[in-house]
């Protein structure tokens, strides 16, 4: 790989980590903010995503592959809290 690559590379994967944390702090602000449960559910599932990319880049930037385990625990973390969420609801409506 030339060095223009390498370069090209880890200003992409920067500029990759600067976007998620606004993603991140904006997906706070509707967790924080958000009108009703589910909003703020939504949030939090957005956030937990949204971690698991920036696990992934700065993987990529420090080129240790032990982090996507964690990537991939936070994720399925993110998808067992949802799903939860989902009976959760289903319940609620049902005794309703």
Do not use: C, N, W
């Amino acid at each position: 790989m030339s060095l223009y690559a390498v370069t090209l590379l880890e200003g992409a994967v920067t500029l990759a980590l600067a976007m998620s944390g606004l993603a991140l702090f904006l997906a706070f602000f509707r967790l924080v903010r958000g009108p009703s449960l589910p909003d703020r559910v939504v949030a939090l599932d957005l956030i937990g995503v949204i971690a698991v990319g920036v696990i992934a880049a700065y993987d990529i930037l420090t080129e240790q592959p032990v982090l996507l385990d964690a990537a991939t625990v936070v994720a399925l973390v993110a998808f067992l809290g949802t799903v939860a969420f989902a009976h959760y609801v289903e319940r609620r409506k049902q005794d309703e």
